[in-house]
T-cell receptor
Framework: DTGVSQDPRHKITKRGQNVTFRCDPISEHNRLYWYRQTLGQGPEFLTYFQNEAQLEKSRLLSDRFSAERPKGSFSTLEIQRTEQGDSAMYLC???????????FGPGTRLTVT | AQSVSQHNHHVILSEAASLELGCNYSYGGTVNLFWYVQYPGQHLQLLLKYFSGDPLVKGIKGFEAEFIKSKFSFNLRKPSVQWSDTAEYFCAVMSGGSYIPTFGRGTSLIVHP
């Protein structure tokens, strides 16, 4: 399967702990996106990379959130000092330089207790 | 900020009924338009897209959507739904020159056999 993969698929953590999620995009895709999705809502944009450069971050993204894509391939999303409000599905998507459509991974479901 | 409205949050149909899901957006310039679908237990996938040209676009599984610029709309249609069409449907809009889509909150479709 050469689709977008995410790890882990589920994460349960206690409030105040740090968590890190990984996304592996489709190999030839240069754009990578992170979204957050809560129940009954559509994906909400968090941040976007073109190759290794982080080009845009949502104003909704607090300082506790950071993302990297060090070699322009896989990406990590870290949430520091997690809060219960961070509980959500975190989606990763990638797209190629010649298209606008995005290919989504299965998501990482975060539960903060 | 751009916004996307999906007016029907929950739709319940019987097999063979016709389907139309509404999508309206707020951006007045050039847009790229998408419908994504999420089947139970699966990740988001592209159903169809509009970039330019014929405003009536056809997608997978017999779905089509019509771009009406004057109404800022991109409604999704299918003449005869099947039980396997049960899913969440998301409309997304990307303003011209941007690589970041805005998603609607989604419509949950349940098709009874």
């Amino acid at each position: 399967d050469t689709g977008v993969s995410q790890d882990p698929r589920h994460k349960i953590t206690k409030r105040g702990q740090n968590v890190t999620f990984r996304c592996d995009p489709i190999s030839e895709h240069n754009r990578l996106y992170w979204y957050r999705q809560t129940l009954g809502q559509g994906p909400e944009f968090l941040t976007y990379f073109q190759n290794e450069a982080q080009l845009e971050k949502s104003r909704l993204l607090s300082d506790r959130f950071s993302a990297e894509r060090p070699k322009g391939s896989f990406s990590t999303l870290e949430i520091q000092r997690t809060e219960q409000g961070d509980s959500a599905m975190y989606l990763c998507a990638s797209s190629s330089h010649i298209g606008y459509e995005q290919y989504f991974g299965p998501g990482t479901r975060l539960t903060v207790t | 900020a751009q916004s996307v409205s999906q007016h029907n949050h929950h739709v319940i149909l019987s097999e063979a009924a016709s389907l139309e899901l509404g999508c309206n957006y707020s951006y007045g310039g050039t847009v790229n338009l998408f419908w994504y679908v999420q089947y139970p237990g699966q990740h988001l996938q592209l159903l169809l897209k509009y970039f330019s040209g014929d405003p009536l676009v056809k997608g997978i599984k017999g779905f089509e959507a019509e771009f009406i610029k004057s109404k800022f709309s991109f409604n999704l249609r299918k003449p005869s739904v099947q039980w396997s069409d049960t899913a969440e449907y998301f409309c997304a809009v990307m303003s011209g020159g941007s690589y970041i889509p805005t998603f609607g909150r989604g419509t949950s479709l349940i098709v009874h056999p």
